[in-house]
């Protein structure tokens, strides 16, 4: 059993940045591919960002490449997305999933993250 709490939320001006984080507790959480995803008001929740576990590797959807980093601390048990130069359309949910016992690059599909964390909106105003 892994437990996630995200924070970091909040709102923001275009152009601004945000960093959110993820703290997991329960099972060992070094072993886990961590996702964030995020779900704009009326849409359906989308993959944004991936780690592997040894952070060896990760993945990001286009939108958001060269604005939004993902990196973990292992000793903290924590995963971070740092987001920069954010736009009205990044306005969403934001969650961060667990995959564990992932060996390989982290996936983007959903349904392959185990647990989840409550959320923590973030809104850009324009």
């Known amino acids: 059993q892994v437990q996630l709490v995200e924070s970091g939320g909040g709102s923001v001006q275009a152009g601004g940045s945000m960093r959110l984080s993820c703290v997991a507790s329960g099972r060992t959480f070094s072993r886990s591919a961590m996702g964030w995803f995020r779900q704009p008001p009326g849409k359906e929740r989308d993959f944004v960002a991936a780690?592997?576990?040894?952070?060896?590797?990760?993945d990001y959807t286009d939108s958001v490449k060269g604005r939004f980093t993902i990196s973990r601390d292992n000793a903290k048990n924590t995963v971070y997305l740092q987001m920069n130069s954010l736009k009205p359309e990044d306005t969403a949910v934001y969650y961060c999933a667990a995959d564990p016992d992932r060996s390989g690059g982290p996936s983007r599909r959903l349904v392959e993250y185990d647990y989840w964390g409550q959320g923590t909106q973030v809104t850009v105003s324009s």
């Open positions: 780690i592997a576990w040894g952070a060896f590797y990760t």
